[in-house]
């Protein structure tokens, strides 16, 4: 059982976009989410179709039992956020949240030393709504009152050069990162792996790679941060990196 192999001396995060609400693939990433025996997953593309259902009850049965998520009832197939937890959680009320709604969760995670985990997921560029959300994350972080927290999951955004295998970010990607970092939220991969390259989701045209997927952990919450990593869900017997999702997941361990 999940529960019986996780490790005591640390917390285990997971922030995976788990592509569309999962489909058929619904079962292997309910199998790898336990294979890094998460205590807390957040999700994005979750949706309230079938899939999603039948996942949200596997996570369940697995020990993640304390569940919260964005998803409409009146558009079930919509692309939403899922947080599930082994502690229970309390959704925070946030006076005010980046849009569109359903793209951002919050709650407070009642660990032995709780924090808070803010799942979330940018808009694309092409939508012209990303440049407002960021920096409605931006204005939450530079205001944040509820302690220890990391926000994780799809920003749609990367570092110019470093974070990409053709031009594709700009000065302003670059500037969104330092102001997080100035406000005391930092990129926790990228300030532990400073000069690696990886890569969390590939075009598939052009098969060039990017990193999209961050986890930010503020500085109440740093001392605690173990490690950084992300890892992408292979299927046994296939060379595919995106046979269970098109991203990679992010992986954040804190000390207890």
Do not use: C
Not at 55 to 73: F, I, K, M, N, Y
Not at 74 to 102: Q, V, Y
Not at 131 to 155: E, M, S
Not at 169 to 190: C, E, L, N, T
């Amino acid at each position: 059982m999940f529960l019986e192999t996780r490790d005591e001396h640390f917390i285990t995060i997971v922030g995976w976009n788990i592509r569309a609400g999962g489909g058929v693939r619904a079962p292997w990433i309910a199998e790898r989410i336990a294979s890094w025996r998460a205590d807390v997953v957040a999700l994005s593309e979750f949706r309230g179709t079938p899939a999603s259902v039948w996942l949200r009850e596997r996570l369940a049965s697995d020990g993640l039992a304390h569940q919260a998520d964005t998803v409409d009832p009146m558009d079930p197939a919509r692309n939403r956020m899922f947080i599930a937890s082994r502690w229970p959680i309390e959704t925070l009320a946030l006076a005010k949240k980046p849009r569109p709604d359903g793209k951002w969760l919050p709650v407070r995670v009642a660990a032995p030393r709780p924090f808070v985990v803010s799942a979330l997921h940018a808009p694309l560029f092409v939508s012209g709504k990303k440049h407002r959300w960021r920096y409605t994350v931006l204005d939450l972080a530079k205001r944040w009152r509820h302690g220890p927290a990391l926000f994780i999951g799809d920003t749609n955004t990367g570092k110019m050069d470093i974070d990409e295998e053709s031009r594709v970010f700009s000065g302003d990607d670059d500037a969104w990162f330092d102001a997080m970092a100035r406000a005391g939220w930092r990129d926790a991969f990228r300030t532990l792996n400073p000069d690696t390259r990886w890569y969390t989701w590939y075009s598939p045209n052009k098969g060039n790679g990017f990193r999209l997927d961050e986890a930010f952990v503020n500085d109440a919450l740093w001392d605690r941060l173990a490690a950084a990593r992300y890892e992408w869900a292979m299927v046994e017997g296939s060379t595919r990196r995106d046979a269970v999702s098109d991203h990679a997941a992010v992986i954040v361990e804190l000390r207890h």
